[in-house]
């Protein structure tokens, strides 16, 4: 279950989100606080040590799937001739990035400007790592997005370089969001509006 906690932040209250069944226990009573004091710069140990964590993930056989680029909750958008599917990551959500759909590496650039936090109407133009990856479906993007506090990306990606289903690529230290761009030719979806989905695991979708 997802739930939300408020803190203040220069002035401005901010909202954050967490799914209460993913924190440790021992952890449970003293989000809220723990939260804040990231806010500040004091980071506590336990949380971080949670916050880092990189399971296994058990990634499909077939060959015609799109799975999840990243843990937390899909938002579904299409325009005309792509689907735009944004994964919002929580602050209990793993932040390990993995491939969604097999293929070669084209670009991977940096763009964007600015930090906001996710709730901002221009949270979408932040500071980005952009990937364009060459598979069987087409050319497809991925944008892994910072945020007012989470300013460090990981990806370990090149040009040239040939990537698995599943494969782990990167991730966004403490934050943030996922954008997953593909083409909607010879797509059809199968995860839902806002459904909590995992990196590697969760099918977002088949192709022909």
């Known amino acids: ?22 924190i440790p226990p021992e952890l449970r009573d003293g989000i809220g606080q723990i939260i804040a004091d990231f806010k500040e710069g004091v980071f ?9 964590r990189d399971p296994d993930r058990r990634i499909p ?7 999840a680029p990243a843990d937390g909750i899909l938002i579904i958008h299409e325009t005309p001739g792509h ?18 759909l097999p293929g070669v590496v084209r670009s991977v650039r940096e763009v964007g400007a600015g ?3 996710p709730d901002d109407l221009k949270h979408l133009d932040n500071v980005s790592v952009v990937t364009e990856i060459d598979s069987p479906l087409g050319v ?23 990537v698995a289903l599943g494969e782990k690529f990167g991730n966004i230290l403490l934050g943030s969001t ?31």
Do not use: C, W
């Not at 056989?61 to 799975?67: A, L, R």
């Not at 735009?84 to 602050?91: E, F, K, N």
């Not at 945020?147 to 990606?157: A, E, S």
């Open 83 to 100: 689907y735009h599917l944004r994964i919002a990551m929580r602050y209990s959500d793993v932040h390990v990035q993995r491939i969604p």
């Open 44 to 52: 506590h140990e336990g949380f971080r040590r949670f916050f880092d």
């Open 140 to 162: 497809y993007e991925l944008r892994q997005i910072t945020t007012l506090f989470t300013r460090r990306i990981k990806n370990t990606l090149r040009p040239g370089q040939r």
């Open 178 to 208: 996922v954008l997953l761009s593909l083409p909607r030719r010879g797509v059809t979806l199968s995860a839902k509006q806002y459904q909590k989905i995992y990196a590697g695991e969760t099918i977002l979708a088949r192709f022909s």
């Open 1 to 22: 279950m997802t739930l939300r906690g408020i803190i203040e932040h220069e002035g401005r209250t901010i909202n954050f989100f967490y799914d209460i069944e993913d």
């Open 61 to 67: 056989s077939d060959t015609d799937i799109i799975v």
């Open 115 to 117: 930090y906001r936090y």
